[in-house]
């Protein structure tokens, strides 16, 4: 290891770098992945505390954009240094620590140093900040560079600041310190032969004409007929080039790769580097496609003897033992194929890799306009990521990457990505703001951004914080509701009703309610089938609300998987519902219930460490009113204000938006939208998604709710707007209802202040 730590590029700046940190505030490190930065530069300022009997001076923290990052970088960073981890080297990520006062060294997620900004304003007792890929430009990290420069400006003179990055735009971040100097250092890295899919499907076709039997794919030749023909077909380079992402041809790359080199005559390391060792790693958009992908090479029989190769998930969800697995060594004569998000793109580094396999997307976080909430989005990358995935297979020999798109789309991806901060909702970080007090006013602070995003759309987030009861009126402090979303890292309006899910205990549904609207669509839908699919879909409907369908769904989904894996496979094949989004689903329960616990809103004992411990999770005190559905849909209600439309006295069946005249129609996709008979107490509709032209809006994801949870949970739409309500509520008088209105409005902050308290 040491000789390892000698050979690292960085090893020969180690005093340019010590250097340049003590005369300046600032100083931002350059370097390609695995040329020792994130390892190395926290361990030589370290070293040299404890060298020149400093050690009790120094207390440096580390950031990284990814949890997994900053745990298995501090394991390594504690054995490079012969300590035991959680000594004088530890780490912090959210609701796990491995720390001691001992500790002078300290990985941390970036949220993790944000929401201790909140606490300790000038980051006392640090005395060093290293930002680590500053260039992933992730919100978080963009908003801690801020935090950061205006307290090298104000309180903390003293406080060193160092940026690390891979590929990176070092005058932007240079100029936003003042002109900070830039260390670069040069790297190591070995000649990799890029591939693109038509070289790919030139290969892997090669095969089929080898009359390989395994090569035969099914089609379904027909609605009418059940009957399923087998042909040999080729891929078409323009159909993979368009699906996200093409199963079978990464399951023929890997068969030539692992199983039939000898007939690989076209894809080729440079130097004829040995591609018949070493581990594999496949990048791929998103967890849903490494399950996907990882279920089909286990169970793919042409791959040969199991034991030859160890399939190894990494992801951001895996528990930090899980990830840990891809970097362990495997036993002789077995090859790792490490399936992985982006996560593998810089910020950790994996030994032996010789092959790389590209799909070219990645998610990303985007506002979705009907919503007005977040979603995920599966999208080309930008040139950069690719260039970046390719580099990870010339780590320590020659190594090839394999393109899963063609070399026409990678022409036409854009050169970078843009900031986060430009793209996503921007809610959650004008909530930390304001709770970290970093800034008083929203606007202020984030056009002091190296790329600051557009007024209008912080003045969208500040709307939707207003409308959801997080921020007071005059846009500058939080509410007590507010204080409690901060510390939530999900989306305000879904942390709203898991907020209220939990006081008044009706949880589960909330949970199910609020992990469907934040996941894909359970209904799967196949254009040949559409009739059959729609019939099976019927059943779960309830007659008014698509929130109970969801919770129909989920529920007969977990009872049949309750029976065996295979039960609840099968369920929702016969059934169309989409596998993926119910697995979403669930593991956002999971992660919802969690992040609860942390913040106190549910009691770890009461039964929610085992949600899918039925009996136990059904009994807890967060579900005594999980049947109670008038509640359940007020609690919706008051995360979705103000997305609900009246009931028009006139014409029965008819709604118009809450705020204008404006009818709304129901999208066919919502269950309320072919019904005939509307009961006269259902006068407000709530929904989640709208959309359409101005002339006419449509709605989806809905249901009815009567007057009273406008009253309880409507804050200040109902004291600016009582007289909509009365006007179908004829037995209130107006001013009756008024001052209904108000009490209990008053009322509803004084138990909001009770209870949040
Ligand atoms: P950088 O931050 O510049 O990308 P790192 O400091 O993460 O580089 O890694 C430097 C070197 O340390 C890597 O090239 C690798 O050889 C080694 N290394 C880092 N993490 C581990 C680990 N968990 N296990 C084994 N080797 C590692
Ligand atoms: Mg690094």
Redesign the pocket.
């Known amino acids: 290891m040491l000789n390892?730590r000698k050979n690292?590029p960085?090893t020969s700046y180690r005093n340019e770098v010590l250097n340049t940190i003590m005369k300046h505030q600032v100083t931002i490190l350059c370097?390609?992945?695995?040329?020792?930065?994130?390892?190395?530069c926290p361990q030589y300022l370290l070293e040299e505390a404890l060298m020149n009997g400093q050690g009790d001076l120094i207390n440096i923290i580390c950031t990284q954009p990814r949890r997994v990052a900053a745990t298995?970088?501090a394991?390594?960073v504690a054995e490079e240094m012969t300590d035991r981890l959680g000594n004088q080297v530890g780490y912090q990520i959210r609701m796990e620590s491995k720390r001691s006062k001992n500790t002078k060294l300290l990985f941390c997620t970036t949220g993790v140093i944000l929401r201790r900004l909140q606490d300790d304003h000038e980051l006392k007792a640090i005395t060093h900040v290293i930002v680590?890929e500053v260039h992933e430009r992730q919100v978080q990290t963009d908003v801690l560079l801020i935090a950061l420069r205006q307290l090298l400006r104000t309180t903390r003179r003293d406080l060193k600041v160092i940026l690390?990055s891979?590929t990176l735009d070092s005058t932007l971040f240079s100029n936003f310190f003042n002109h900070a100097p830039v260390i670069r250092v040069p790297g190591r890295t070995f000649p990799v032969s890029n591939y693109y899919l038509e070289d790919l499907l030139d290969a892997t076709n090669h095969i089929i004409e080898e009359g390989s039997q395994y090569a035969y794919r099914q089609y379904q030749q027909s609605e009418k007929t059940t009957l399923w023909v087998t042909m040999p077909t080729r891929l078409s380079l323009e159909r993979v080039d368009e699906s996200i992402l093409n199963y079978d041809l990464i399951e023929d790359v890997l068969q030539i790769l692992l199983i039939h080199p000898e007939r690989n005559s076209t894809l080729h390391a440079p130097d004829g580097a040995d591609t018949t060792n070493g581990s594999i790693l496949i990048f791929l958009p998103g967890i849903g496609e490494i399950r996907s992908l990882t279920d089909r090479l286990s169970a793919n029989r042409t791959l040969g003897n199991k034991s030859k190769f160890s399939l190894i998930p990494l992801h951001s969800k895996l528990s930090s033992v899980d990830q840990r697995k891809a970097?362990l060594p495997v036993k002789a004569g077995c090859r790792k194929i490490i399936l992985s998000t982006n996560i593998a793109e810089?910020s950790?580094?994996i030994?032996d890799v010789i092959v790389v396999i590209d799909c070219g997307r990645e998610r990303e976080v985007r506002r979705n306009k009907r919503t007005s909430t977040s979603i995920l989005v599966t999208d080309w990358c930008a040139k950069a990521n690719t260039k970046q995935r390719a580099g990870r297979a010339g780590?320590v020999q020659p190594g090839l990457c394999l393109k899963l798109f063609s070399s026409n789309t990678a022409e036409s991806m854009k050169a970078t990505s843009e900031p986060e901060l430009k793209r996503v909702p921007l809610e959650e970080v004008c909530l930390s703001i304001l709770a970290s007090g970093l800034g008083k006013d929203c606007e202020d602070f984030l056009r002091q951004a190296p790329q600051p995003p557009s007024d209008e759309s912080v003045q969208a987030a500040l709307t939707v914080l207003e409308e959801v009861g997080a921020i007071t009126s005059e846009r500058k402090y939080l509410t007590p509701l507010g204080q409690h979303l901060a510390k939530l890292p999900v989306d305000v309006r879904l942390g709203k009703m898991l907020i209220l899910g939990s006081l008044f205990q009706c949880l589960d549904k909330v949970l199910t309610i609020a992990a469907s609207l934040s996941s894909k669509s359970p209904f799967s839908t196949f254009l040949q089938d559409a009739a059959i699919a729609t019939a099976k879909h019927k059943q779960f409907q309830d007659p008014d609300s698509d929130f109970a369908t969801f919770c129909n769904v989920w529920e007969g989904y977990t009872a049949a998987k309750a029976k065996s894996m295979k039960a609840g496979r099968q369920y929702c094949q016969s059934n169309y519902l989409n596998q993926q989004s119910m697995h979403e689903i669930g593991t956002a329960k999971k992660d919802f219930l969690n992040l609860l616990c942390g913040i106190g809103f549910v009691d770890k004992h009461d039964g929610s460490q085992s949600v899918y411990n039925s009996d136990l999770w059904e009994k807890a005190i967060v579900n005594r009113n999980s049947k109670n559905w008038t509640l359940v849909h007020a609690i919706v209600f008051a995360g979705l204000n103000p997305n609900v439309a009246r009931l028009e006295e006139s014409r029965p069946g008819s709604y118009t938006l809450w705020n204008k005249d404006q009818q709304i129609h129901f999208h066919r996709t919502s269950v309320n939208a072919s019904k005939k008979r509307f009961d006269k107490d259902q006068n407000w509709v709530v929904f989640f998604e709208k959309f359409g032209t101005p002339n006419r809006i449509s709605v989806t994801t809905t249901c009815f709710v009567n007057s009273m949870p406008l009253l309880l949970f409507g804050g200040p739409l109902v004291v600016k707007h009582t007289e909509r309500i009365v006007v179908v509520d004829e037995w209130m008088e107006i001013e009756m209802a008024a001052q209904i209105g108000v009490m209990l409005q008053q009322l509803r902050r004084q138990i909001e202040v009770l209870l949040l308290k």
Do not use: H, I, N, Y
């Open positions: 390892q690292l960085m370097a390609e992945t695995g040329a020792g930065k994130t390892t190395q298995s970088v394991e390594r680590d690390m891979a970097f810089t950790v580094t030994q780590r």
